[in-house]
């Protein structure tokens, strides 16, 4: 059997709304695809993509595995990261939390069906992971 | 506001309120033998059945005016034993504990609402008892989406280190993972360092 990977851009992800985002993602994994991007979802994404993913399982889908590096912010990448999240909280209000967009974390991603993926391996520095297909 | 200067004048006496103390952590960590020995040691009643099969919390356990007493302070708990969080619930897992297909496919459904449900009480409790399993490596995402989430919420946090009792059990390591966080590592089963657990909700349990 064979294995897809699907390596997304972090701006093509920041360009789909909140809403739209996770169900996009969920729809390349349940499809049996590893999905790797660029980027890090805020950890209320992260949230709802384990409750999505939830609602989701099926006798053929049990679920996800997911594993992601997060680019440590200092310094001004710090100042920036914490205006990027009042600049979304703003938006959430006028806009609606579902409909706003918002930027990913700079870092790494993997998002896998758990079906094929066994094992994920973190460190604070790097992640393995060990796929069965 | 009203809340927090009643909070405020009861904490002149010592006295912390209703204060609504999530469990939450993965499956199998041992949140339900840690609610239980919490409850049993204050009120001297259980909160729920343990059991070898993961996902036996299903849905959220409570057991309200758990009253702690340490040394001057008295704190009022509304204790929650969340389900276990996870990202993957496959049924197959449960057929290996003997239970039927149709059981097992039931359980993996009601474990993924429980899941979803224990999110949902993110935005409702006031502090949250973390608990690992410290025979496993706790660098899992589950974990860290956890911490993450309650740290954006700016809820409460106490890493319980749960499981010392087993030869295996490396709290060392969950130290490590998680530096800015207050860790008390127990037995939640033979009821080990329970008291420094007691004065860490103590020092950091609030209502938000």
């Known amino acids: 059997m064979k294995l897809k990977m699907n390596f997304v851009s972090s701006a093509a992800l920041d360009e789909k709304p909140k809403n739209k985002r996770i169900g996009f993602i969920l729809n390349i994994v349940k499809d049996g695809t590893i999905l790797i991007t660029d980027g890090v979802l805020k950890p209320d994404e992260e949230i709802d993509l384990i409750k999505e993913t939830m609602r989701r399982v099926d006798d053929g889908f049990p679920g996800i595995e997911v594993a992601s590096l997060k680019k440590p912010a200092k310094g001004f990448s710090s100042v920036l990261e914490k205006l990027t999240d009042q600049k979304d909280k703003l938006q959430n209000l006028f806009v609606g939390a579902t409909d706003a967009k918002s930027s990913l974390r700079t870092g790494l991603t993997l998002i896998g069906p758990a079906r094929f993926i066994k094992k994920v391996k973190k460190n604070p520095n790097s992640f393995s992971v060990l796929t069965e297909v | ?208």
């Open chain 2, 1 to 208: 506001m009203a809340n927090s200067v009643i909070d405020w004048l009861y904490s002149l006496f010592g006295i912390k309120k209703d204060i609504k103390l999530g469990i939450y952590g993965s499956v199998n960590a041992g949140k339900t033998t840690l609610a239980n020995r919490i409850s049993m040691d204050w009120i001297g009643q259980q909160v729920g059945k343990v059991s070898v099969i993961p996902h036996e919390t299903r849905i959220v356990q409570k057991k309200e005016k758990v009253v702690m007493k340490r040394s001057r302070k008295k704190i009022t708990l509304n204790i929650l034993d969340m389900p276990g969080l996870a990202t993957k619930i496959d049924y197959k897992e449960f057929l290996k504990y003997g239970l039927s297909k149709k059981a097992a496919k039931l359980r993996a459904k009601e474990a993924t609402d429980g899941v979803i449900e224990a999110i949902k009480w993110l935005n409702n409790v006031d502090t949250v008892l973390a608990v690992m399993d410290a025979t496993q490596d706790p660098l899992t995402q589950v974990n860290i989406t956890l911490l993450g989430n309650l740290e954006s919420r700016k809820i409460p946090v106490i890493i319980v280190a749960n499981k010392i009792d087993k030869k295996r059990a490396d709290p060392g390591e969950i130290r490590d993972a998680f530096p800015k966080y207050p860790v008390v590592e127990v037995s939640a089963l033979k009821g080990k360092n329970m008291n420094n657990l007691y004065d860490a909700i103590a020092k950091h349990a609030r209502r938000r």
